[in-house]
């Protein structure tokens, strides 16, 4: 049995593993808890039913969590509280036949949470307990270090499946992670991976079999970054980072005016309709 500690009273939670774990409720968003772990990390879990799909409001609560997160504690656990998926990737209708205004600040929110995830002062792990196709996995990569439920479950790229393009800055930083040849395969192809997939090509760094596994090793891992001396810590990631860091950090606004530019064809809105419309579909189908 576990505690959480809400508004200074301290509650039991039951875990299945029974794994203690000690934890003190700092905040919670529409879509977004944050609960502060005495070990001195924040646990941001998302929460935004049926599929943590990135919409505009839910990115600004995100960017929010991990900006506080990173403020006022010292580690980041970035993981869902949904059972099966981690984070479906961007909200497909922000950018289906998008009004302009909208569209580009939502693009604008999502750069603004992968800066501030990617170069983020603490260290952060992910615990994907569940699927992590296109912008979920991009959340994962700008983690420190990840690890994944198996086997079930899918991460990679597929943005090419839906007849749109990874952005440099997502593909640049799969480039990082697993190497250009395999990032070449992974994008052209939109390649989903299993966990095991992931991990043998080092898409993640850890396979566990259930989330209060991953909750256990990621902690393992957060109490093992934390000890490292925090600024020699930070600037070696930055050492790593800082190329792609700098030039979306620098290239906002023209990125934006791409993006607008290009989700907006007729070559691109058509197979996105497509994908939306299979996807609202597969529903159907699933209940006949
Ligand atoms: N956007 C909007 N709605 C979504 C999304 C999404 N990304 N993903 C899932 N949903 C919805 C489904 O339509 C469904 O809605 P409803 O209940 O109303 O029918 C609900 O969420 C649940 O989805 P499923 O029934 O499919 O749930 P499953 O557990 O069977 O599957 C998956 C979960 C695997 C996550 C599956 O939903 C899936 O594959 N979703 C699509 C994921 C995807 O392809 N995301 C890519 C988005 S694009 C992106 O992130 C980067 C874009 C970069 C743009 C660059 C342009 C230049």
């Given at each position: 049995?576990?505690?959480?500690?809400?508004?200074?009273?301290?509650?039991?939670?039951v875990r299945?593993?029974?794994?203690?774990?000690f934890?003190?409720?700092?905040?919670?968003m529409d879509n977004?808890?944050?609960?502060?772990?005495?070990?001195g990390y924040?646990?941001?879990?998302?929460?935004?039913?049926?599929?943590?799909?990135?919409?505009m409001e839910?990115?600004?609560?995100?960017?929010q969590?991990?900006?506080?997160a990173?403020?006022e504690?010292?580690?980041?656990?970035?993981t869902s509280s949904l059972?099966?998926?981690?984070c479906a990737?961007?909200?497909?209708?922000?950018?289906?036949k998008p009004?302009?205004?909208?569209?580009?600040?939502?693009w604008?929110?999502l750069?603004d949470l992968?800066?501030?995830?990617y170069?983020c002062?603490?260290?952060?792990?992910?615990a994907i307990?569940?699927?992590?196709?296109?912008?979920?996995?991009?959340?994962g990569?700008?983690c420190?270090?990840r690890?994944m439920?198996?086997?079930?479950?899918?991460?990679?790229?597929?943005?090419?499946?839906?007849?749109i393009?990874?952005?440099?800055?997502?593909?640049?930083t799969?480039?990082?992670t697993i190497g250009?040849?395999?990032?070449?395969?992974?994008?052209t192809?939109?390649l989903?991976?299993?966990?095991?997939?992931?991990?043998?090509?080092?898409?993640?760094?850890k396979?566990v079999?259930?989330?209060?596994?991953a909750l256990?090793e990621?902690e393992?891992m957060?109490?093992a970054l934390?000890?490292?001396?925090s600024?020699?810590?930070?600037v070696?990631k930055m050492?790593?980072?800082?190329?792609?860091?700098?030039?979306l950090?620098?290239g906002?606004?023209?990125?934006?005016d791409?993006?607008?530019n290009f989700i907006?064809?007729?070559?691109?809105?058509k197979?996105?309709g497509?994908?939306?419309?299979?996807?609202?579909?597969k529903k159907k189908?699933?209940?006949?």
């Amino acid at each position: 049995m576990a505690f959480v500690f809400s508004s200074l009273k301290v509650l039991p939670v039951v875990r299945s593993s029974g794994v203690r774990f000690f934890s003190a409720t700092a905040s919670r968003m529409d879509n977004v808890e944050t609960t502060l772990n005495p070990t001195g990390y924040s646990v941001i879990s998302m929460n935004k039913g049926p599929a943590n799909s990135l919409n505009m409001e839910f990115i600004q609560e995100l960017t929010q969590s991990v900006r506080k997160a990173e403020g006022e504690s010292k580690g980041i656990l970035l993981t869902s509280s949904l059972p099966t998926i981690f984070c479906a990737g961007l909200e497909i209708t922000e950018m289906y036949k998008p009004d302009m205004v909208r569209l580009r600040e939502f693009w604008s929110s999502l750069q603004d949470l992968y800066l501030a995830l990617y170069g983020c002062r603490v260290p952060t792990v992910a615990a994907i307990n569940g699927h992590s196709p296109a912008g979920g996995c991009l959340l994962g990569m700008c983690c420190d270090y990840r690890i994944m439920v198996g086997p079930k479950y899918s991460i990679g790229l597929n943005e090419t499946q839906l007849g749109i393009v990874a952005p440099y800055w997502f593909k640049d930083t799969m480039v990082q992670t697993i190497g250009s040849r395999q990032a070449e395969l992974s994008l052209t192809l939109g390649l989903m991976y299993t966990t095991e997939q992931a991990l043998s090509l080092g898409l993640v760094d850890k396979m566990v079999s259930d989330k209060d596994e991953a909750l256990v090793e990621a902690e393992k891992m957060l109490i093992a970054l934390m000890r490292v001396p925090s600024e020699a810590r930070h600037v070696s990631k930055m050492s790593i980072r800082k190329d792609i860091y700098d030039r979306l950090s620098a290239g906002k606004q023209e990125d934006i005016d791409y993006f607008a530019n290009f989700i907006v064809q007729s070559v691109i809105q058509k197979p996105l309709g497509q994908y939306l419309d299979a996807l609202k579909n597969k529903k159907k189908k699933k209940s006949v």
